[in-house]
């Protein structure tokens, strides 16, 4: 059977590095899953949730801030600013957030990507944090 | 004896600094195994990077990115210095301030106006005692740098730089290359110079690959990501090399408070015996007068 495994690794450390049975990314476009067998791939990632489900059939999820995904062979490598996963992800302090993006004012339209890129990246935490 | 009495003083204070000394050299070598570990995850990334850098190399593209391009005429850059926040590091700090200020000065010769930024209390207050301004100074900069935190200065880097503001960046710092070699160097990091550490990770059988969006857009994402890595790892050697610096700096601390340790208990031993010698002098002089 063919295998697959995910390594997920960030600026500081490497969070997730185990063989898996299939993974969801999102890319910058939308939503992406990967099989064992999946075609050599290099894509640009987005703001959401990474989905992983393991042999046992058991699900993980991180929350992932940008990137790219890298499918070699039976490697998937993630690369991310920042992952932590959906569990540690509160609720409460998710809202914070969205409501401190919310007040932020942008005058020009550097700032304006700015503020709008952290309204997505805070209503994709909540809305995640929302499910467990 | 009063020379007595101040032997035994000093001898105590050396041994209560030596205390000092050795928990302090203790303290830097557990830190130390934490930055270095930090180092090596944090490599892991910058690997991961160049990999896909030298995939997108095979895959025919031209590489242009304004973050790539020499300026043809440099007249503002930007030196970022990286010193620590305490003190007791040996040599450390005035390293990498003695390549930093000589650097600064070769770009003023040449005419170029530069700016200095640095992070770390020991740099501030050396430079503000040379009464050199600086643009930025940072002191949050601890024994373990957070991404977030240099992402933010790497971003204001790379938005100064593709609009013009400078035309390149330097940094002065301490560069690990194994614990037992460190050595201050200032680095050209803008414009990039090449792409994922100069050495091009090579596979033995290319892979074609599907690039999403397209191998295009995904150069301009990796070349800043590729940035922030490489300015993330300056400021990661920096940490390792403090904590090793400090590590030094402490053994040789403790070994000369021991020898001084030393020294002293043998003088106070001598001057304590050339008592008790010149007493019993007296005793003896004194029973021969009475005879």
Same mark, same amino acid.
């Given at each position: 059977? @063919? ?49 992983? *489900?393991? @042999? ?28 932590? @996963? ?9 809202? *914070? ?6 007040? @932020? ?8 990507? *700015? ?18 | ?128 005692? #040379? ?43 301490? #560069? ?5 070699? #460190? ?109």
């Amino acid at each position: 059977m @063919a295998e697959l495994s995910l390594v997920l690794v960030t600026p500081e450390r490497t969070l997730f590095d185990k063989s898996v049975a299939s993974i969801r990314v999102p890319l910058f476009d939308g939503s992406a899953g990967f099989y064992p067998g999946r075609a050599p791939l290099v894509g640009r990632l987005g703001i959401g949730e990474l989905r992983l *489900v393991d @042999a046992s059939g058991a699900t993980e999820s991180y929350f992932i801030d940008g990137g790219f995904v890298q499918v070699k062979g039976t490697v998937v490598s993630v690369l991310t600013n920042a992952a932590t @996963a959906v569990s540690e992800i509160s609720r409460k302090s998710a809202a *914070v957030k969205l409501e401190e993006a919310k007040a @932020a004012k942008a005058k020009s339209d550097d700032e304006f990507a *700015v503020v709008a890129r952290r309204l997505e990246k805070a209503r994709k935490m909540l809305s995640l944090a929302g499910k467990e | 004896m009063a020379n007595r009495r101040l032997l035994v003083k000093r001898l105590k204070a050396v041994r209560n600094i030596r205390k000092i000394t050795r928990t302090m050299e203790l303290i830097a070598t557990s830190r130390f195994k934490k930055a270095m570990d930090r180092a090596a995850e944090a490599a892991e990334y910058t690997r991961k990077i160049s990999e896909i850098v030298g995939d997108l190399g095979r895959a025919n593209l031209k590489f242009s990115h304004p973050l790539l391009q020499k300026r043809a005429e440099e007249k503002k850059s930007v030196l970022l210095i990286l010193t620590s926040n305490r003190g007791l590091c040996g040599g450390y700090n005035a390293g990498v301030l003695r390549q930093a200020l000589a650097h600064f000065r070769g770009l003023k010769e040449k005419g170029i106006e530069c700016s200095l930024e640095v992070s770390g209390k020991r740099g501030i207050k050396f430079l503000n005692f #040379q009464k050199v301004s600086l643009a930025h100074s940072y002191t949050h900069f601890e024994d373990q740098p957070k991404f977030s935190e240099v992402e933010v200065l790497a971003s204001r880097y790379v938005e100064d730089f593709v609009a013009g503001r400078i035309d390149r960046l330097d940094v002065a710092y301490t #560069q690990f290359v194994s614990s037992s070699k #460190q050595f201050a160097v200032v680095e050209s990091i803008l414009p990039i110079a090449s792409l994922g550490g100069g050495t091009a990770v090579k596979s033995e059988s290319s892979v074609d690959y599907e690039f999403l969006p397209s191998a295009e857009e995904i150069l301009a994402e990796i070349v800043p990501a590729a940035f922030r890595a490489k300015l993330f790892k300056c400021f990661l050697d920096a940490a390792v090399s403090e904590q090793i610096a400090r590590m030094v700096a402490m053994k040789g601390a403790t070994e000369n408070a021991d020898e001084m340790a030393g020294t002293l208990k043998q003088q106070y031993n001598r001057a304590r015996q050339a008592g008790i010698t010149s007493e019993l002098a007296e005793i003896i002089g004194g029973a021969a007068a009475l005879e």
